[in-house]
Structure formats: structure tokens, C-alpha cells
């Protein structure tokens, strides 16, 4: 199983912005994609963003589509999730996961489809 790990979670101001890596400890998903998945206190992890490996294919919430923008970088194995004009309700722990699949985007929500996880960042927006 790959280890991911995460950084770049923080407290900002509404407005603001943030960028989250991970990075993969192994190069086995060539093919694959990369997901970011969000849990706020109380609530059910979310799917925030992915972007498949092979094409550079993404997928967005709507909650985030036109502030967020995720990327991936094959040679350093990590994936980035820039996070911009940031509101108080996208305050979370944000997680980072990888599936070793390349999955179409109507498949990138499901969470269950992904391998590994990382441990978790908290982004937390003040108003």
C-alpha cells in the first residue's frame, strides 16, 4: 500500500488561500488517480476534488469548482490542491488519497475506490 503524506493545512482568513500537498512514498499508480476528500466536525467526509495521473483529467465539487484547482506531478509523486478565495464553510480536515486505477470521473467521488489514504490536514477559514 502507498504511504501518503500530507502538508500545508493551516488557519486563514475568509478570502484567503492555501495550498495542500501530498506525496506518494512509491511510484505504483502511474495510472492511477489522486483524490482530496474533506470532514468537517459532525458531518461526512465529502469529495472535494481528483485528477486522474495519466491525462490530467480533474473533477470538482460544486461547492469548489472555480476556486480550487488541483494538480499532479508524475516525476515527484505528489499531488497539490490550491484552495483560494476560502470561506468559513471550508473549514475541515482535508484528506488526500490515491486509487491505483485510472477512474473515469464519474467514479472520482467514491471514496471506496481509492487504495490509500493520508493522514489528514486541518484547513481552518476564520470569518
Known amino acids: 500500500q502507498v504511504q501518503l503524506v500530507e502538508s500545508g493545512g493551516g488557519v486563514v482568513e475568509a478570502g484567503g488561500s492555501l495550498r495542500l500537498t501530498c506525496r506518494a512514498s512509491?511510484?505504483?499508480?502511474?495510472?492511477?488517480?489522486w483524490g482530496w476528500f474533506r470532514q468537517a466536525p459532525g458531518q461526512e467526509r465529502e469529495f472535494v476534488a481528483a485528477?486522474?495521473?495519466?491525462?490530467?483529467?480533474?473533477e470538482y465539487s460544486d461547492g469548489v469548482k472555480g476556486r480550487f484547482r488541483v494538480s499532479r506531478d508524475i516525476i515527484s509523486k505528489t499531488s497539490n490542491l490550491q484552495m483560494n478565495a476560502l470561506k468559513s464553510e471550508d473549514t475541515a480536515v482535508y484528506s488526500c488519497?490515491?486509487?491505483?486505477?485510472?477512474?473515469?470521473?464519474?467514479?472520482?467521488?467514491?471514496?471506496?475506490?481509492?487504495?490509500?489514504w493520508g493522514q489528514g490536514t486541518q484547513v481552518t477559514v476564520s470569518s
Open positions: 488519497a490515491s486509487s491505483v486505477r485510472s477512474l473515469w470521473t464519474t467514479e472520482m467521488p467514491s471514496p471506496d475506490l481509492y487504495d490509500s
Open positions: 485528477i486522474r495521473v495519466r491525462d490530467g483529467t480533474t
Open positions: 512509491a511510484d505504483t499508480f502511474r495510472n492511477g488517480a
